[in-house]
Every structure is written in structure tokens, then in C-alpha cells.
């Protein structure tokens, strides 16, 4: 791999960084100006007896009680910021994991390009980066549920509509990335001359296009 090709790697990593955290912080800053609107939010079903109204398509009969629209998804009028903000609580959490990630990735490049692979810091680089895949797997997905909470707690509908979490593949692919990047973090701190080969090949191979 070309030093070229690592520096890439190092710009767009912090990059990517902060675009995800421009984004997160811009979807939770568009939720929390929609409040006393509408706030979809995810709820087992609930009994038939309470009064639903879902017009066809993808229009909602809004009239400040609750709605279902058959997949678990709920919305509800007259919405707090609270729970606007709740509610794309995931984007800005995530948002904010990726931005250090970068970070990480950034400075983790930039000291092989520099000559300083093994000092220590990769390795807890590399911890830190399992531990954001974790973070982000384990309590993303909680932030709406705590949304989906204060909208049925609002409605008065706390013992017929329960809320919960919606975990999918992706929590499931970033518990591996953070298993996988736990072990090349500690494979790195307890075999600190893999780090050093890395470099010599890294420079060798610079040197070879010179």
C-alpha cells in the first residue's frame, strides 16, 4: 500500500468524520424545530378500541391523539422538543461515534506516515474505536425508544401501547467490528513489532516508487 494511498485513507477518514457529524447534529437540530408537530415514533400495537384514524397513503389524520400506520410505527400530534429530539437522538449519537472514529482513523494513518507506529497510542486507538462501534450498537437504538416513551406517557396510553427499541443488522455488524477491532487493539499492544512491520513495508514500498 502506497503512502499516497494511506494518506487518502487518513483525509477521507476524518472527512467522512465530519460530514457525520454535521448531519447528526443537523437532524437532531431539525427535530427539536418541529415540535408541536407531528413526531413518529415506534409502539407495539394497541388495542382496536382506541380511536385510530389513518387516511390513505402516506397522509396522516392528525388530531392531536395517536395513530398507528401497521408497522409499529406511531405518530402523534402536538409533539415536545423533548421528544423530537428523542426521537433522532440515534442520528446525533451516531453522528458524534463517527466523528471520533475519524478522529481515530485520521491520527492512526498519519503515524504510520510519520514513523511512529508503535508508541503506545495505536493500540488504545484501536480500543477506543471498538468501544464507539459498541456504543453506538448497544444505546443507539434506546434514544428513540426513550421518545416512544414520553409520546405514550403524553397520550395517557402507558398500559395499552408499549414502546421498544428497534435493534437491527446493523447493531449486529458493528458488535463484530468492535470484537475485531478489540483484538487487532490488543494483539498490537501486546505484539508491538507488528505495528514496526507494517512501516517497513509501508516505506519500503514508498521507496520503491521513488
Not at 423530537?84 to 492512526?108: E, K, N, P, T
Not at 506516515?113 to 484501536?126: H, I
Amino acid at each position: 500500500m502506497s503512502r499516497t494511498l494511506v494518506g487518502w485513507f487518513a483525509g477521507l477518514s476524518l472527512l467522512a468524520g465530519i460530514v457525520a457529524a454535521i448531519w447528526g447534529l443537523a437532524s437532531a437540530i431539525t427535530g427539536g424545530r418541529q415540535a408541536h408537530g407531528v413526531v413518529a415514533v415506534h409502539c407495539a400495537d394497541i388495542p382496536h378500541k382506541l380511536p385510530l384514524e389513518v387516511s390513505s397513503g402516506s397522509d396522516i389524520s392528525v388530531a392531536g391523539a395517536l395513530y398507528r400506520i401497521g408497522d409499529g410505527t406511531l405518530l402523534a400530534a402536538n409533539s415536545t422538543i423533548a421528544e423530537q429530539v428523542a426521537s433522532h437522538g440515534d442520528d446525533l449519537l451516531m453522528g458524534i461515534c463517527a466523528f471520533a472514529a475519524g478522529v481515530l482513523l485520521y491520527r492512526l494513518f498519519r503515524s504510520f506516515l510519520q514513523g511512529q507506529p508503535s508508541l503506545g497510542r495505536n493500540p488504545a486507538r484501536l480500543t477506543w474505536l471498538a468501544a464507539l462501534c459498541l456504543t453506538v450498537a448497544a444505546t443507539a437504538p434506546l434514544l428513540p425508544f426513550h421518545a416512544s416513551s414520553l409520546v405514550v406517557e403524553r397520550l395517557g396510553f402507558t398500559g395499552s401501547c408499549l414502546p421498544f427499541a428497534v435493534y437491527s443488522g446493523t447493531s449486529v455488524v458493528l458488535i463484530l467490528a468492535a470484537v475485531i477491532l478489540f483484538a487487532l487493539g490488543e494483539l498490537a499492544r501486546n505484539r508491538p513489532e507488528l505495528m514496526e512491520i507494517c512501516h517497513r513495508a509501508l516505506n519500503g514500498d514508498h521507496q520503491r516508487h521513488q
